[in-house]
């Protein structure tokens, strides 16, 4: 359903047939920057169908009919508006649409009304997000009630015919397309716990996740069996998706823009700090003249025999919400440390890197202790506050 106006037209907050109702319910369910953006598409969209390349996402209790026969109905209600909270909360961080919910499974989709370059690793992203957040609500189900449930997540890109469908007595702004059928079927064939996508998605995201080859998957109407992967997690260092795989084409028309990086690249390495803002609309190269100037800076370091270190972080939408965000990318690259890395290993990376610097002894333990802090491993007794002004004026002081 499209939330932004669905929810005005039923009068509740939530998905129909969940039990999810009111006003502050919708208002948890959904962001407020992400309503925004929902209402704004309404009003600039055509409601009637318009072709578009869609990630669809299905993701459904495993076991559901058999536990629902020994429940209340109540009582399952409960259990399964638990369950569609923590279902629906990660589709919404990346800006997805959950189009329906279907008694013990939704049905969501990435690219419409709310388009982004990157929707196939939104959508998986949202998935594997749905399968590690649901474990702790499965243990306390199962601790309470004795019951043990899991999830399967289904994904799947491909056209789709995207708008308002139905009759006067019922419109929802829905995807109909082969592409749903085959979304629907990776999910009924994943294994509970587990994002299994199909080979169209597979081809867009290759470079970002580790994934296991499940071969090829029967479907209905189809006269070859369908590739198949699960995601296993995202690659420590994910590759690029642009441009073709140790093809390197040298950069045309824009001699007047990398003889000013190669200035701003030799004044910095002669101690002169810089900032360069690169604006430009989408698809005029922004990325590419990143590339060439790392290459520059490279470059540059060999000739001198300097190091060539190279921090980058990116800015992404769904990581509003994470404090600091960006300085983390910045400090886990600057210590060598990965998303995946346990704290011990992320303290010893620490201090390596920091036993490397020579600075007074006082100054190393301070700044230790806010790398500790900005990557979530502080340990002991003496902590800095984890939020704040005083985390603030101490990172940047780490910082300068």
């Given at each position: 359903?499209?939330?932004?106006?669905?929810?005005?037209?039923?009068?509740?907050?939530?998905?129909?047939?969940?039990?999810?109702g009111g006003e502050a319910r919708r208002k948890k369910y959904i962001p407020q920057e992400l309503l925004t953006k929902l209402e704004s598409a309404q009003k600039s969209r055509n409601t009637e169908g318009e072709r578009r390349i869609v990630t669809i996402l299905f993701c459904d209790v495993k076991g559901s009919t058999a536990m629902a026969e020994k429940l209340d109905p109540e009582e399952w209600a409960e259990i399964m508006n638990g369950a569609f909270e923590r279902l629906i909360t990660p589709v919404y961080r990346y800006e997805g649409t959950v189009a329906r919910l279907m008694g013990d499974a939704i049905l969501a989709f990435f690219g419409a009304p709310i388009a982004h370059e990157d929707d196939p690793q939104r959508a998986v992203l949202a998935g594997l997000d749905i399968v590690e957040g649901i474990q702790p609500y499965r243990e306390q189900i199962k601790r309470e009630r004795g019951l043990d449930f899991n999830v399967r997540v289904g994904i799947n890109t491909g056209l789709v015919v995207v708008g308002e469908v139905g009759s006067d007595l019922r419109v929802e702004y829905t995807v109909m397309g082969d592409a749903v059928n085959l979304a629907a079927r990776m999910e009924q064939t994943a294994q509970p716990g587990t994002v299994q996508i199909s080979g169209h998605t597979h081809k867009l995201i290759a470079p970002l996740f580790e994934f296991e080859s499940l071969g090829g998957i029967e479907v209905k109407g189809k006269a070859e069996p369908v590739p198949a992967y699960q995601v296993l997690k995202p690659k420590a260092s994910p590759g690029r998706l642009r441009g073709i795989e140790g093809l390197n084409a040298p950069l045309i028309g824009r001699d007047k823009e990398l003889q000013t990086l190669r200035r701003v690249v030799n004044e910095a390495h002669q101690g002169r700090g810089q900032i360069v803002c690169l604006v430009g609309e989408a698809g005029l190269g922004k990325s590419r003249l990143v590339s060439e100037m790392r290459a520059l800076w490279e470059e540059a370091a060999r000739s001198t025999g300097q190091p060539a270190y190279?921090?980058?972080?990116?800015?992404?939408?769904?990581?509003?919400?994470?404090?600091?965000?960006?300085?983390?990318?910045?400090?886990?690259?600057?210590?060598?440390?990965?998303?995946?890395?346990?704290?011990?290993?992320?303290?010893?990376?620490?201090?390596?890197?920091?036993?490397?610097?020579?600075?007074?002894?006082?100054?190393?333990?301070?700044?230790?202790r806010v790398l500790e802090v900005m990557l979530a491993v502080e340990r002991g007794t003496d902590r800095l506050p984890a939020e704040g002004e005083s985390l603030k004026r101490e990172l940047f002081q780490v910082m300068l």
């Open positions: 359903v499209d939330h932004a106006a669905e929810i005005r037209r039923r009068g509740d907050g939530g998905p129909e047939g969940a039990g999810v190279w921090n980058e972080s990116r800015g992404v939408s769904y990581d509003t919400t994470r404090p600091y965000g960006q300085f983390q990318q910045i400090l886990r690259q600057a210590v060598g440390a990965l998303e995946n890395d346990p704290p011990q290993v992320i303290h010893e990376k620490i201090a390596r890197t920091l036993g490397a610097l020579s600075a007074p002894p006082e100054q190393i333990q301070r700044t230790s």
